[in-house]
């Protein structure tokens, strides 16, 4: 079956710190990949997708960056958090552009 | 902006009473899906309709689609406690190229609470 896997759960980072969150999924190949944020009481907006190795579409300028190093795992980073990156992120995959997404569990940032 | 609105923001009913939540869009979508959220979790999707559907059904779940008028709701009958939930839409539209890479553009949410 395909699992996502998303960690950590709960982060605390001072402004100015690097930040690296990592996604990875199981059981399905070449999935189309999914970051999104959050804020408090929120719709979700999308940050970057990725429909395979090396290849990255940002949807919005900001302070973060996403890699895809591995077919099946996806990397949100910053090299200097801001106090607006906090939020809740959240990464989801799809297979092959079709049906729903699958979404992880997320990880709640807090820059402090 | 591509993105959905949603209404009611709150909506607060009894036990086996139904819940109707109500989403509006903007553009041409390829499909339009509704998700749930419980408090501090991840998102859990519950049913996707087509551009060329009208109506769908998911044990409980009944939602329709209206692209005439760019809306669509969720039926949420004999509703139970553990449905306390936020449901939110979230619609795949297509580029000026008909491509979409399964973007969604999500609504911002209605927020069920459920008395027992």
């Known amino acids: 079956s395909q699992t996502i896997h998303q960690w950590p759960a709960t982060l605390v980072q001072p402004v100015g710190s690097p930040l690296s969150l990592e996604c990875t999924v199981e059981?399905?190949?070449?999935?189309?990949l999914y970051w999104y944020r959050q804020a408090a009481g929120r719709g979700l907006q999308l940050l970057f997708y990725?429909?395979?190795?090396?290849?990255i579409s940002s949807e919005v300028p900001q302070n973060l960056s996403a890699s895809r190093p591995q077919d099946r795992q996806f990397i949100l980073s910053s090299k200097k958090l801001l106090l607006s990156d906090s939020g809740f992120y959240l990464c989801?995959?799809?297979?092959?552009?079709?049906?729903?997404?699958?979404f992880g569990s997320g990880t709640r940032l807090t820059v402090v | 902006s591509q993105q959905g609105e949603e209404d009611p923001q709150a909506l607060s009913i009894q036990e086996g009473e139904n819940a109707t939540m109500n989403c509006s869009y903007k553009?041409?979508?390829?499909?339009l899906q509704w998700y749930r959220q419980n408090s501090g979790r991840g998102l859990v999707h519950l049913i996707l309709?087509?551009?060329?559907?009208r109506e769908k059904h998911s044990g409980r779940l009944r939602v329709t689609l209206d692209t005439s008028k760019k809306s669509s709701s969720l039926l949420i009958t004999a509703s139970r406690a553990a449905d306390t939930a936020s449901y939110f839409c979230?619609?795949?539209?297509?580029?000026?190229?008909?491509?979409?890479?399964?973007?969604?553009?999500f609504g911002q949410g209605t927020i069920l609470t459920v008395h027992p």
């Open positions: 989801a995959w799809r297979n092959g552009g079709r049906g729903g997404y699958t």
């Open positions: 059981g399905t190949s070449n999935p189309n």
């Open positions: 990725s429909v395979g190795i090396g290849q």
């Open positions: 553009t041409s979508i390829n499909n």
């Open positions: 309709i087509r551009s060329n559907e």
């Open positions: 979230a619609t795949e539209y297509l580029n000026a190229g008909g491509t979409s890479y399964g973007k969604l553009t």
